[in-house]
């Protein structure tokens, strides 16, 4: 159980486009969302967290109007990069909460690559 | 405000030897305290967490750690090493989502 899948698993745009990665909870139902961002041999850095229903809130320094964050459903959470930059290639990866703050399930992450 | 450190951004063993890997943590809570572990172009796999109760959590792949509130330490060790171990691992805390270390790659020589 507690299974997080994320589309697509890679994807290349081109620079000034937009994409959108989705983020599911395949078998249970998550009140929370995380977004990170993983940059090479680096670590992973929270971006985002998003509620059912309700706005996301974004970390200091990470720019709510290139990434729109949407939480429509409780098993589901959409990340679209807009107007994507070859600065924003990156490996993006998501995580479910079912409960508890330490009951997080992670996707196998989404690696973009921006030309 | 929530934070680990993970010493040694690199560590090597030779296969069949003691894998280490230290973590300090900083926290103005009492903290729930992950090991991840990360293989190249994937995404990240729960080795164990520590949420109350034992001290000494065990994991998957025969690692575990010991949390240790004096030192704020919560160190991966796992007795014997395998080539398969060789990945990216991370120690977090939580706090909003998870708060990543830096990371240690272990590297493990036949």
């Known amino acids: 159980g507690a299974v997080v899948s994320q589309h697509p698993s890679w994807v290349i745009c081109k620079s000034g486009t937009s994409v959108k990665i989705e983020c599911r909870s395949l078998d249970f139902q998550a009140t929370t969302m995380f977004w990170y961002r993983q940059f090479p041999k680096q670590s992973l850095m929270l971006m985002a967290t998003?509620?059912?229903?309700?706005?996301?809130?974004?970390e200091q320094g990470v720019e709510k109007d290139k990434f729109l964050i949407n939480h429509a459903s409780l098993t589901l959470s959409t990340l679209t990069v807009t107007s994507a930059h070859p600065e924003d290639s990156s490996f993006y990866i998501c995580?479910?909460?079912?409960?508890?703050?330490?009951?997080?399930?992670f996707g196998p992450g989404t690696r973009l690559t921006v030309t | 405000a929530q934070s680990v450190t993970q010493l040694g951004s690199h560590v090597s063993v030779s296969e069949g030897a003691l894998v280490l890997l230290r973590c300090n943590y900083s926290s103005s809570v009492p903290p729930y305290l992950f090991w991840y572990v990360q293989y190249p172009n994937q995404g990240l796999q729960l080795l164990l967490k520590?949420?109350?109760?034992?001290?000494l959590v065990k994991g998957i792949n025969g690692f575990e750690a010991e949390f240790k509130k004096s030192e704020t330490s919560f160190h991966l060790t796992k007795p014997s090493a395998h080539m398969s171990d060789a990945a990216e691992y991370f120690c977090a805390v939580t706090s909003r989502g998870l708060i990543f270390g830096t990371g240690t790659r272990l590297q493990v020589f036949p």
């Open positions: 998003s509620n059912e229903g309700s706005k996301a809130t974004y």
């Open positions: 520590y949420t109350t109760g034992a001290t």
């Open positions: 995580s479910a909460q079912t409960g508890q703050i330490y009951e997080q399930y």
